[in-house]
T-cell receptor, first 111, second 110 residues
Framework: DAEITQSPRHKITETGRQVTLACHQTWNHNNMFWYRQDLGHGLRLIHYSYGVQDTNKGEVSDGYSVSRSNTEDLPLTLESAASSQTSVYFC??????????FGSGTQLSVL | KNEVEQSPQNLTAQEGEFITINCSYSVGISALHWLQQHPGGGIVSLFMLSSGKKKHGRLIATINIQEKHSSLHITASHPRDSAVYICAVAVGGGADGLTFGKGTHLIIQP
């Protein structure tokens, strides 16, 4: 069955370190997104991509970057981790029927 | 920017009760999504609708485009329905058009 997977599930890092969160989908979807989820907020869009070599900034993109070298993967990089980036991160993909598929999330703690 | 309001924020009910969760939004949309998130778990898409009503098992979702309002109903609720239910609206086909509500935390007691 097609799926979308995130890794790692949990990550603890130190302030200032570079961190990369992986997202891999086997739906062959062009549209992929990264969100963060924090208490008191709805899911907020960090970056998104409509296809290979396409990346776009979302609502809360500062301090994050993504790359899209193939259809399956959209890794999210925190260039220099900050405590404010402690959050739960979700990757999602969307097919032509507009249905959303989410990964299981990555709990990131920046100490 | 579309504002998405969900009510109630928290809901505790007894097993078997009929549950209604509401979602209101401020700007016209192309589609509305209902999502389910179990504690510590991932997010699952329940429905995507742009008009009318959809049903899947004990779950029913309705939308009134004119009133900018959607409801998610659960019939014969069960403890396994305990989760956070999230409404998200899209103003266009792109990801940048998705705005999420803060979620409704539902607990069904046996």
């Amino acid at each position: 069955d097609a799926e979308i997977t995130q890794s790692p599930r949990h990550k603890i890092t130190e302030t200032g370190r570079q961190v990369t969160l992986a997202c891999h989908q086997t739906w062959n979807h062009n549209n992929m997104f990264w969100y963060r989820q924090d208490l008191g907020h709805g899911l907020r869009l960090i970056h998104y991509s409509y296809g290979v070599q396409d990346t776009n900034k979302g609502e809360v993109s500062d301090g994050y970057s993504v790359s899209r070298s193939n259809t399956e993967d959209l890794p999210l990089t925190l260039e220099s981790a900050a405590s404010s980036q402690t959050s739960v991160y979700f990757c999602a993909s969307k097919g032509s029927d507009e249905k959303l598929f989410f990964g299981s999330g990555t709990q990131l703690s920046v100490l | 920017k579309n504002e998405v309001e969900q009510s109630p924020q928290n809901l505790t009910a007894q097993e078997g009760e009929f549950i209604t969760i509401n979602c209101s939004y401020s700007v016209g949309i192309s589609a509305l999504h209902w999502l389910q998130q179990h504690p510590g778990g991932g997010i699952v898409s329940l429905f995507m609708l742009s008009s009318g009503k959809k049903k899947h098992g004990r779950l029913i979702a309705t939308i009134n485009i004119q009133e900018k309002h959607s409801s998610l109903h659960i019939t014969a609720s069960h403890p396994r329905d305990s989760a956070v239910y999230i409404c998200a609206v899209a103003v266009g086909g792109g990801a940048d058009g998705l705005t999420f509500g803060k979620g409704t935390h539902l607990i069904i007691q046996p």
